[in-house]
């Protein structure tokens, strides 16, 4: 028999009366090395001085040693904090069969990760999850479109006031929306409010999984969740963090499956293929990414040529990139083709008023390094990649911007095959992120 015990006011799990064996099983389980390299040090999750690991591991430890043969006990001390809500759900948002799915499992497992595509109504899943337990609630974000987005929703769906903790403001309520930022320079223990649920949006990101990680064990609720529209598939360290703070993948939503049900567009995909009369020459890849693709002349006019067509076809075109001086030039190449275009980056000044340009019609294309995550914008029906890069999660999470629900259910993902080897290898990267993502929707 082994005991784990859960310390009222903790996010870890106290390993107790095991044999001396177990405690080096689960170390191992729980290490991993934070590259590939040959003299890289095992980092472990398991803490074999105080012997104990992340909360959100807890299930991930207790098959390990099922499969052992070993019988496992759980003890949890913690109690469920926080103040009644009263919440008054606006009848508009009637749930899916899929989210009602979500919900249940949710308050059934008390944490994990919801992994729904974009465009699924994630957030209308947390809100419900919030609605159901009826108690005061902290939502974490990573931007401040996210922020403020999340806040309209919690006044608009649950007719709530939320605070605000993030982009220099801190005033609490019942139900907060909080930036990660902002919890890690002010810490969580200034929060005020006591909090029954914890959740996490956009809780896949890898890149900042030490922050998540930080800030995530720092706080000790049993209600705690993650919303992702793409799980990993593997478990590498920054995953392990992930999982350590709020469990498992729980519950999943195909993308394909929704767009089976017209939830979500149907999306049609198309490749733009360019000559380059001169090659790149660069050998540092920062180098290589200016040459080749932000300055690449005959890349940017293929690019254009394809949104100028899109636009005038009747779409609302988004075009991803990841530098600004590229959207900038792109922008402007636009416009001397006749076309309405805007850029929009985190350094925009007037960037609100650009998106509500974008909305009503005004602006044809927005360029933009801003809208890889969360901000909503139904209006987008087709999608050029011109930044490159090779990461999958991004990927998916860019081009899901334009796979809203519309009528006419198709929605237009356009990508660059580069030609030199380093950046093919990055097309054919984002290829296959695509192919399993959107499976028999991909053609083959």
Request: charged letters at 30%; glycine letters at 8%; hydrophobic letters at 40%.
């Amino acid at each position: 028999m082994v005991v784990f015990r859960i310390p009222e006011g903790s996010a870890r799990v106290k390993v107790e009366r095991a044999d001396p064996k177990v405690y080096f099983q689960i170390y191992n389980l729980l290490s991993f090395r934070r590259d590939f390299g040959r003299w890289d040090k095992a980092e472990s999750l398991y803490d074999p001085y105080t012997n104990t690991f992340p909360v959100g591991l807890l299930p991930r430890v207790k098959k390990f040693l099922n499969s052992k043969g070993y019988r496992v006990r759980v003890k949890d001390e913690r109690v469920v904090e926080g103040v009644k809500l009263n919440s008054e759900w606006n009848p508009k948002y009637e749930l899916r069969k899929y989210q009602k799915k979500a919900v249940k499992k949710a308050l059934r497992e008390k944490m994990g990760v919801l992994a729904l595509p974009v465009g699924s109504g994630k957030t209308i899943v947390g809100l419900r999850i919030i609605h159901e337990l009826d108690l005061s609630a902290l939502i974490i974000v990573h931007t401040k479109e996210l922020l403020y987005q999340w806040a309209e929703k919690v006044e608009d769906v649950l007719g709530i006031k939320a605070g605000i903790v993030g982009d220099n403001k801190w005033k609490e309520g019942p139900v907060t929306v909080a930036m990660i930022q902002t919890l890690l320079s002010r810490g969580t223990d200034k929060l005020e409010n006591p909090y029954a649920v914890v959740l996490f949006d956009e809780c896949h990101r890898t890149s900042a999984a030490e922050k998540f990680y930080q800030v995530g064990m720092s706080l000790s609720q049993v209600y705690r969740f993650g919303l992702s529209a793409t799980p990993w598939r593997r478990l590498r360290g920054e995953e392990m963090k992930i999982e350590g703070v709020v469990g498992p993948v729980i519950y999943e939503v195909r993308a394909e499956d929704l767009i089976d049900e017209g939830f979500l567009a149907r999306p049609r995909f198309e490749i733009i293929e360019y000559e380059s009369k001169m090659p790149a020459l660069a050998d540092r890849y920062k180098e290589l990414y200016e040459e080749a693709i932000m300055e690449n002349e005959d890349r940017n006019r293929a690019i254009v040529e394809k949104a100028v067509e899109l636009a005038r076809a009747g779409h609302r075109v988004l075009v991803d990139v990841r530098r600004i001086d590229h959207g900038e030039l792109l922008a402007k190449m636009l416009r001397e083709k006749g076309i309405n275009a805007e850029f929009l980056s985190s350094q925009s000044p007037n960037r609100w008023e650009i998106l509500e340009k974008f909305k009503e019609g005004e602006v044809q294309v927005l360029v933009s390094t801003l809208l890889k995550e969360g901000v909503d914008i139904p209006e987008i029906s087709a999608i050029i990649l011109a930044g490159g890069g090779k990461s999958d999660i991004m990927t998916i999470q860019t081009i899901g911007r334009a796979l809203r629900p519309k009528a006419g259910g198709e929605a237009v993902i356009v990508d660059v095959k580069d030609t030199d080897p380093l950046l093919f290898t990055h097309f054919l990267e984002r290829q296959k992120a695509l192919k399993q993502y959107y499976g028999r929707y991909y053609p083959d």
